[in-house]
């Protein structure tokens, strides 16, 4: 292909078919992470790399991302009968894409680990990548779906080490915020503020959720007050 200012081609050798194909990756300088935004959603500058993390084999249609595990033996076949038996049209999205086509990477993602039994805490992160991508759209209702389903997930979730359980409390309790699920954020925000096993990074982020949802809430109820007393 001629040279891509903003792409180049990652090359795949597909662990299901063993064909080959090349996939689209942003170039790292087409890109600057400018804002995190509470659930850790990177904003960027530029492209957004997010979009071209699934790699979907225009062969047989299996979809791979890094943090996946389950990508052999046994597995394989649970994905063939589950997945690619099932799979109705095969789809290339190997080129630039839109945010529609990223989030078909990511669902055929979500599905090739649900037939192979990956860990909840994978497919949590799956489901919050998807909400994402469904925010960017400015399409709540299915972000939200998202969200429940990646709450659901961590809820079931278990991390190796401390920094994982803590952002997998952390993330528990503040997609209950977004979903409006005040009572879930409160007990698990509590929890990570009070509880003296947990490092500064998660007890302060708990706090700055907390105190400006509490801060919003005020706001609400005094701009409330003042226009009851106008009408
Ligand atoms: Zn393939």
Known sequence: MAFNIYYYESNVDCKFCKKHFSTYKVRPNRYKIVEEQTDFMPVYEGLNPLLYEVAVCPHCGYAYHKSMTRTYGPFMELINEIYIKELQKKINICQERTLDDAIVSYKLAYLVSRAS??????????????????????????????????????????????????????????????????????????????????????????????ENYRYDENVIKVDGGIGEVLN
């Open 117 to 210: 039994m990956e860990e909840s805490l994978l497919m949590a992160n799956f489901a919050l990548k998807i909400a994402w991508l469904y925010r960017l759209k400015n399409d709540n209702k299915s972000e939200t779906h998202y969200l429940f389903a990646a709450r659901d997930f961590y809820s079931k979730s278990f991390a190796t080490n401390q920094e994982g359980e803590e952002r997998i409390q952390f993330l528990h309790a503040e997609l209950s915020l977004r979903l409006g699920d005040i009572a879930e954020a409160k007990k698990g925000f509590s929890r990570l503020i009070s509880d003296r096993n947990i490092s500064n990074k998660y007890r302060k982020l708990a706090r700055n959720c907390w």
